[in-house]
């Protein structure tokens, strides 16, 4: 049987927990579970709370000799 005869149809990804809350996500706010949530992380990236972190030995590769 084809998934035409069962009527089922395959979700194109799977569901997640929301990032924010862990609800379960929603399909046009995909990973997040609502507009809300989305917007609350980019405000978190456009605040500078997201960082990654630089170890000093790197920052000294840098730097020519």
Known sequence: ???KD???????RPKRACP???KPSARDTY???SLRCKEVDLNR????RY?????DD?????KPE
């Open 1 to 3: 049987m084809s998934t």
């Open 6 to 12: 069962t009527g089922k149809v395959t979700p194109l």
């Open 20 to 22: 924010e809350c862990g």
């Open 31 to 33: 990973p997040f579970c």
């Open 45 to 48: 990236w456009l605040s500078g």
């Open 51 to 55: 960082v990654i972190p630089v170890r």
């Open 58 to 62: 790197e920052e000294d590769d840098d």
